[in-house]
């Protein structure tokens, strides 16, 4: 069975979930404030969500090991080359904050570190193969998360 990011990301969740239950170190964010978390949480699964659909339309392969038909450069695009893990990592924020403790928020950096270096620079490299010029001036013009 291959490990695809959104496993990642569940295992993600699951780690916060255990490091604010049993290791609620520093409480950072209290009482009702915690709430705000859902900001995050909303923003980051629109913008996950987004860019699938336009995979969907224009009939590209979502799973990062395949090969792209098309370089989407709109929707979200325009902002960031990873806009699915950037939802994802907000989703993570907000439920970080919503948790109230410091230590959910390790969990962060320890997935984007793992994002990036299993996934992200494999889908760069296909993408530099498939799409050439066109790709590494995209890359020029946007950066990789925001």
């Given at each position: 069975?291959?490990?695809?990011?959104?496993?990642?990301?569940?295992?993600?969740?699951?780690?916060?979930?255990?490091?604010?239950?049993?290791?609620?170190?520093?409480?950072?964010?209290?009482?009702?404030?915690?709430?705000?978390?859902?900001?995050?949480?909303?923003?980051?699964?629109?913008?996950?969500?987004?860019?699938?659909?336009?995979?969907?339309?224009?009939?590209?392969?979502?799973?990062?090991?395949?090969?792209?038909?098309?370089?989407?450069?709109?929707?979200?695009?325009?902002?960031?080359?990873?806009?699915?893990?950037?939802?994802?990592?907000?989703?993570?924020?907000?439920?970080?904050?919503?948790?109230?403790?410091?230590?959910?928020?390790?969990?962060?950096?320890?997935?984007?570190?793992?994002?990036?270096?299993?996934y992200i620079r494999m889908e760069e490299a296909n993408l530099t193969r498939q799409f050439g010029d066109d790709?590494?001036?995209?890359?020029?013009?946007?950066?990789?998360?925001?």
């Amino acid at each position: 069975m291959r490990i695809y990011p959104p496993h990642i990301f569940a295992l993600s969740l699951i780690a916060i979930g255990l490091l604010a239950w049993f290791l609620p170190v520093a409480p950072i964010v209290s009482g009702p404030f915690r709430m705000l978390g859902i900001i995050p949480v909303i923003t980051g699964l629109i913008i996950a969500i987004w860019p699938s659909i336009l995979y969907k339309r224009r009939k590209n392969p979502i799973l990062p090991d395949a090969t792209p038909q098309v370089l989407i450069l709109d929707g979200p695009f325009r902002f960031t080359r990873n806009p699915m893990y950037l939802g994802m990592v907000l989703v993570l924020l907000g439920v970080a904050i919503m948790s109230g403790s410091v230590t959910p928020y390790l969990v962060l950096p320890v997935f984007v570190l793992v994002i990036t270096r299993r996934y992200i620079r494999m889908e760069e490299a296909n993408l530099t193969r498939q799409f050439g010029d066109d790709y590494l001036a995209y890359t020029k013009r946007v950066r990789r998360w925001i």
